[in-house]
């Protein structure tokens, strides 16, 4: 039986006031190991804090000094004047890179790449967990600006302390459910910084309606009185707020600074408007020419996932404009097997399609 955030997880941060589940959201999920491969050579992770200019003054008080995963290659220390691409790698919603580090199984997944021939590379884990649960990658003066923390900030601090192939040629970008929607929604906005892009199982790319309002929640969640008062609230009902942050920040409304999908029970047409307008399945069509530019694009969901739908919805767009893109329907659930992934299709991926010299 999956736990309950395996099984939340993937649903989309549809725009349905759901009831409360009563029942507390595992902090981690169990995940097939990838296959081992004798004789990897281990990588180096180091954990560092990353200032952010982008998110600071934020309204929602979450930290402008973000941890960050680094990985080194096998090679790093002992190659003082050789450069390597970048793959920055994209969490999911209510675990922060360092959980999701181990979901990936990151160590035995990255050396096991490198010792099955794919070219050795840098990997940038940021954390963008915030107060509910995850920023969704967006622009917000309530949760503060990740968008830009992770196509600008991030890569700056990176090129400036590690030896980097600094163009977009050399730099990837892939994330798993909340951060496959991060790498959708950036992928799409700055082709300028990226090579290529890798969506495992993206969540909330499509529109949602309001769909039935259970008035219960809706109460809830227009009842409390701080940020903090989230942190008790079931998985789905934190997903509202955090997407709430994100789409429909609202300067004028303390404490949470957000404005909900409903007021007194009533659905907020203008609120739902501003959540569609954040779906990439409602945007894409502006940024055809930019992903035009990428010299690969990959999607990848599980069959047992309900984020299938979309997804190749987001492949058959793409395919209709003439972008090629891959798109991967593999047995496993939407958490399983993505350790795997990494290790026999993410990087290989990112090995065959960045520049490994300046």
């Known amino acids: 039986m999956p736990s309950i955030r395996s099984r939340f997880r993937h649903w989309p941060l549809a725009l349905l006031l759901t009831a409360a589940m009563p029942v507390a959201v595992a902090a981690q999920v169990a995940t097939n190991p990838p296959p081992a491969v004798p004789n990897a050579r281990p990588v180096t992770i180091e954990h560092i804090k990353v200032h952010a200019p982008s998110i600071e003054g934020n309204l929602e008080g979450e930290s402008a000094d973000r941890d960050v995963l680094v990985v080194l290659p096998p090679s790093y220390a002992a190659s003082p004047k050789r450069r390597y691409p970048v793959v920055y790698a994209l969490h999911g919603y209510s675990i922060g890179a360092e959980q999701w580090s181990k979901e990936i199984h990151l160590t035995e997944a990255s050396a096991g790449a490198f010792a099955k021939g794919s070219k050795e590379m840098i990997l940038v884990l940021p954390d963008s967990k915030t107060i509910h649960n995850g920023s969704m990658y967006s622009s917000s003066m309530t949760t503060g600006d990740f968008e830009t923390f992770v196509s600008r900030d991030l890569i700056r601090y990176i090129d400036a302390h590690y030896r980097t192939i600094a163009n977009r040629d050399s730099r990837g970008l892939a994330g798993h459910s909340m951060g496959g ?22 969540c909330c790319l499509s529109a949602r309606t309001a769909g039935t309002i259970d008035p219960a929640a809706a109460a809830t969640l227009e009842a409390l009185k701080s940020p903090a008062d989230s942190a008790t609230l079931p998985f789905m009902l934190r997903a509202q707020l955090a997407s709430a942050a994100a789409w ?5 409304a303390p404490p949470l600074y957000l404005d909900l999908p409903t007021k007194n029970g009533v659905v907020q047409p203008d609120v739902l408007a501003k959540w569609a307008a954040n779906a990439p399945l409602a945007f894409v069509d502006q940024y055809i020419g930019n992903l ?3 010299r690969a694009i990959a999607i990848d969901v599980g069959d047992q996932d309900g984020l299938k739908v979309d997804a190749a919805k987001l492949h058959q767009v793409m395919t209709d404009y003439g972008i090629a893109n891959s798109f991967t329907i593999y047995p496993g659930t939407h958490t399983s097997n993505v ?14 399609n960045l520049k490994f010299e300046r």
């Open 248 to 252: 429909s920040p609202d300067p004028k």
């Open 181 to 202: 929607y991060g790498t959708a929604r950036i992928g799409m906005k700055h082709p300028d910084m990226y090579g290529a892009i890798y969506m495992m199982s993206p």
């Open 292 to 294: 035009k530019q990428y």
């Open 339 to 352: 350790a795997t992934r990494v290790q026999e299709n993410v990087l290989p991926f990112f090995s065959a």
